[in-house]
Structure formats: structure tokens, C-alpha cells
């Protein structure tokens, strides 16, 4: 989940005799940063004899690397290709695990991943969907909702209790609810638009295109998991 690394104050650190943040940088840093997350990807998914086993350290060290980003900023450039990697090897393995249990079932959720993105950018160039404040607010605090859900089902299951059977529902109910997922994390990239394009005005540092695309392929990721779900849950 991305909106919560990308915050307006970040934007706003004044620049003197230094390079500034530019909307075609930040493209730029994200096609880095998905090229090496794809490589990590397809490492894991021709090697998964080797990562399978290291999937929690992985999963654990993209996490601390995570946290140190978004409070690190400026360490962006460094850290941000680092978790890209991470990331891949540990998307590869779940990928994996739903394409034996559903066969071409991980080229349709990228395939939708990408759609979703460049209508989204379509929408927000063209101005049918505007990151307004209340736009904002209810898509961020919808974010949270589903943040906080998915935590305490996780700590349920670590515990052994029996988690929110909704989750893992393939009936109807569990169709909905994972489109309505689906849609949150999508409307989430009209904010992460908004902010990198702002962040580009306000003449933000170098490193923000980093930290920015690194903000956005967290969304994005969370994106693609849940497309995953929601076609795992129509197949069955």
C-alpha cells in the first residue's frame, strides 16, 4: 500500500543550486526500478528451489528497507533499487504458487495490472478523476481500513484463531469485496499522479523522482496481488 509514503510536506524541501524533481525523472526512475523488479521476478520464477526458502527473509528485509526509505528520503536512490529486487524475488515466488494452482492465471493479472494503470493516467490527464481532498481523504482512509483487516487477520492466523472468512471467501460476497479492494488500490494511483506531479512543480530534490517511484511500484504491487486474488477467487 502506497499512499502513506507519499505525502505533500515531502515535496515541499526547499532546493538551492541543486538539480529538482521532473515528471519525466521519475518516469525515468520507475522504468529502472521495474526493470530490476522484473528481474528479480524472473530469477525467482526460473530458480525457485532457491528463493522459495529465503522468501521470509527476503520479505522481511524489503520491509526494514521500506521503512528506512519512507523516513530516509534522501536515501532513496540507494535503497529504492535494492527493494525493487527484493520485491521481485518475492512476487516471483507467489506468482508461482497461484499460476500451479491456476494456470495462466499470472500473465492475465499483469496484463490487467497495466490496463488499470495507463486507464487511470487517462483518467487523471483528462481530468474525469481529480485528487481533490475529499477524494483524498476517503481513498486514503479506505487504504487504512483494508490495511488494519488484513493485519488483524494476519495476527489471527499467527495465533491460530480462525481469520475473516470473507478473505479467502470465493462465493459472491468474496467476488465484491475483492473488486471493491481492487478498485481502492486503483483510485490510490490517481493521488500518487497528483502528488508527482505537484512534487515536480513545487521543485522538489532530485532524490524525490526516486522516492516517488518507489511510492508508486508499492501501489502498483499491491494492485497486482489483488488482481491475483480476484482471479483466483472467479476461477474457483
Known sequence: MSNPLLKDSVFQTPVRNAEVMTVSGTINKSIILWVLLAAGAFYSWTHPSIITPLTLPILLGGFVLAIISSFKMNLSPFLSPIYAVCEGLVLGVISIYFEKSYPGIVVNAVLLTMCVLFCMLAAYKTGMLRATPRFKKVVILSTFAIALVYLIDL??????????????????LGIIISLIIVAIASLNLIIDFDLIERGAQYGAPKYMEWYSSFALMVTLVWLYLEILRLLSRTRN
Not at 499467527?158 to 475473516?164: D, V
Open 155 to 172: 495476527l489471527m492466523g499467527a495465533f491460530g484463531a480462525r481469520g475473516f472468512n470473507f478473505l479467502s471467501d470465493s462465493s459472491g
